[in-house]
């Protein structure tokens, strides 16, 4: 009933930017908050940034300075602007809704099937 589904994803050269999206659809009445992971081949899934319905951001250590989360909670949407981005930064970037709510149920997460980010040297 509720679906993410990522954006954005690509190639792109070393310093170069892109623009990640993620939609929530359904019977959607809120979410608290929104976030983005990544995982590379090989490695295990790690948080790059976070939202809250406030607006309350924090970021990966390994991100700072170099990304921007952003959320419109009328949309149900939340981007992830990044940066001067590095071979490093190449990974499958997943989409993860916490505490949604819907018109039949109670509180739950979501994760969305990923995007893939390819960062070239």
């Known amino acids: 009933q509720v679906q993410l589904v990522e954006s954005g994803g690509g190639l792109v050269q070393a310093g170069g930017s892109l623009r990640l999206s993620c939609a929530a659809s359904?019977?959607?009445?809120?979410?608290?908050?929104m976030d983005w992971y990544r995982q590379a081949p090989g490695k295990q899934r790690e948080l790059v940034a976070a939202?809250?319905?406030?607006?309350?951001?924090n970021y990966a250590d390994s991100v700072k300075g170099r990304c921007t989360i952003s959320r419109d909670n009328a949309k149900n949407t939340v981007s992830l602007e990044m940066n001067s981005l590095k071979p490093e930064d190449t990974a499958v970037y997943y989409c993860?809704?916490?505490?949604?709510?819907?018109?039949?149920?109670?509180?739950?997460?979501?994760w969305g099937q990923g995007t893939q980010v390819t960062v070239s040297s």
């Open positions: 359904g019977s959607i009445v809120s979410i608290n908050a």
């Open positions: 939202i809250t319905h406030a607006g309350s951001t």
């Open positions: 993860n809704a916490i505490g949604v709510v819907t018109i039949n149920f109670w509180a739950r997460d979501y």
